[in-house]
């Protein structure tokens, strides 16, 4: 076998890499081998992992070599390594989900299904990622694990909860990684690290076997380094789920092979009123994004503010529900400040929970009509760049403003309805920062083309941070 | 179904009444709440708390103050 000097494939794609393992050009084994150094000397520095499950890659990149030799037709994603956020269940590990109380937990029989679909697709884990507590952050500044560093600038934060997941990707630790985002969760550090990040549709994707926050809002995606990488990730985690009951039974959209049809014909506008850029780095970004796609025309999402409050209350009181008989018996063991919010959640009247849903309901008919004038929405997906660590607030529309709460106040009202979205980086120096494509329900594939055809023209990119 | 929704009443909220009234009524029902869920909360930890249900109410305020019709489906799953 003629190998590739592996060392190359720290930078390359999912598919780059996958494609060399396919051709003989490379064996999984030296591609794993390869990664796992670039863990060791490099995530000192950055803090994205919590395990490295080593010697679990090392024997898979080995049966996948194995496979080849014998002659076996390879899967699409054959020795292509990845790393999921530490909520995803790891079979024999316990599923951290950021939490000191959960190192007590048991360790997990079962991988997550999406750890199983994209072994079954040929990836190859590496390990968990460092994460917020219980995933009720934007920062990724985790006291039990320290904070997660961003790779374009080490003295600032990743963005949270996936925090360790964009940072292992923008970092060139693995080429796509697994997030979950309930309010905005993939979308802030993908926009923060300069990474793409996918979150589909409420219900696409299965979250059976990961630790939840508010189940009603919670979905799981992936972060990568190029579209078509977030593409073939997602299409190898498609598919019904009878383990998790808010995944439809919908048959698999592979979108992988619609990437090229672009952005040609499809009607897109840019968010007005709420989503009205305030810092010249969104005004920028999603000028540029906006100009190449000749995106002329502003549509308002309507009551966008209220949207937000009400995702913002629903959040606490699921998540203050889910996590009560901690909060009894070890809330000493919790962040303080993710324990301050989860005693307010617990405080909240059920009486106004059930007006937030009814709210929703009314959003959601709201939103879906605009889809019937537009294909995709383009709105900022961070307030700013990302912040130093330990900076405790921000300017945004001229007022001083908290961090940890204020960073989703785009991202919020989108998944409040649960619509897919894929955030593309807009490679600003020196920080880069995220534009949000916004499609309607199950059109993933919408969403992905737009991005796709940014990418193809240099408008978008994830820029590879100083060594 | 739902019909059209009406802008925000003249009357406050309940909701913007708590997190806007006086500050002892935010602590009655910070007290009266922990009691009831049998929630330890250590008197270092009340002033975030309490301004994190301040923050809560706020938001709950802007919710309640949106009127719509009785009919109107809650969407506690939403499927899109």
């Known amino acids: ?467 | 179904m739902p019909g059209k929704a009406k802008s925000a009443p003249k009357v406050r909220s309940r909701a913007r009444e708590a997190a806007a009234g006086p500050q002892d009524s935010i602590d009655t029902l910070i007290a009266a709440s922990a009691q009831a869920l049998r929630l330890p909360i250590d008197p270092a930890w009340h002033a975030a708390v309490r301004a994190n249900l301040q923050l809560l109410l706020k938001q709950a305020a802007l919710v309640e103050e949106f009127l719509l019709p009785d009919d109107t489906e809650p969407a506690p799953v939403f499927r899109a």
């Open chain 1, 1 to 467: 076998m003629l190998e590739t000097a592996a060392a190359d494939f720290g930078w390359s794609t999912a598919a780059e890499t996958a494609a060399a393992v396919a051709a003989g050009r490379a064996s999984a084994l030296k591609i794993v081998e390869a990664a796992l150094a670039r863990i060791r000397a490099r995530d000192p520095l950055i803090n994205a992992f919590t395990a490295v499950t080593d010697e679990r890659a090392l024997d898979r990149a080995t049966e996948l070599d194995r496979a080849q030799e014998r002659g076996k037709r390879l899967p699409a994603l054959a020795g292509v390594p990845f790393a999921a956020k530490n909520l995803f269940d790891i079979a024999g590990m316990p599923t951290l989900a950021g939490a000191k109380i959960n190192r007590d937990a048991a360790p997990a029989r079962r991988d997550a299904t999406m750890i199983e679909r994209l072994e079954a697709a040929g990836a190859v884990l590496l390990g968990a990622l460092n994460m917020g507590e219980y995933a009720y952050d934007f920062t990724g500044e985790n006291p039990h694990d320290g904070p997660v560093h961003n790779p374009h600038d080490r003295e600032r934060i990743a963005g949270g909860s996936s925090s360790g997941s964009a940072a292992a990707v923008a970092g060139g630790l693995v080429p796509f990684a697994l997030g979950s985002d309930t309010n905005g969760s993939i979308r802030v550090p993908a926009s923060l690290c300069g990474v793409f990040g996918l979150k589909p549709t409420y219900g696409r994707l299965s979250r059976a076997r990961t630790f939840p926050f508010s189940a009603s809002l919670d979905h799981v995606g992936p972060l990568a380094r190029s579209v078509r990488d977030l593409a073939l990730a997602y299409d190898a985690m498609q598919g019904y789920d009878a383990d998790d009951p808010v995944c439809v039974e919908r048959a698999a959209e592979p979108v992988a092979a619609l990437l090229e049809q672009g952005a040609a014909g499809l009607r897109i506008a840019v968010a007005g009123g709420y989503f009205k850029c305030r810092s010249a780095e969104t005004v920028y970004a999603v000028d540029r994004v906006a100009a190449a796609l000749g995106a002329n025309r502003d549509i308002i999402i309507s009551q966008a503010e209220r949207a937000r409050a009400a995702a913002y209350i629903i959040t606490a009181s699921e998540a203050a529900s889910l996590h009560l008989d901690r909060l009894r018996s070890r809330a000493r063991d919790f962040d303080p400040a993710v324990r301050d919010r989860l005693i307010a959640g617990a405080m909240l009247q059920a009486s106004l929970i059930a007006r937030a849903q009814k709210f929703r309901r009314w959003y959601q008919r709201e939103i879906l009509k605009l889809f019937a004038e537009v294909d995709a929405i383009l709105a900022p997906a961070s307030p700013c760049t990302a912040p130093l660590i330990g900076q405790q607030t921000f300017t945004f529309d001229g007022a001083e403003l908290p961090v940890r709460p204020h960073l989703g106040v785009y991202t919020q009202p989108i998944s409040f309805v649960g619509l897919p979205v894929v955030v593309v980086p807009v490679p600003l120096s020196p920080l880069p920062i995220g534009v949000q494509i916004i499609a309607a329900p199950w059109r993933e594939d919408v969403a992905l083309r737009v991005a796709h055809a940014l990418e193809a023209r240099g408008v978008v990119a994830a820029p590879r941070p100083p060594d």
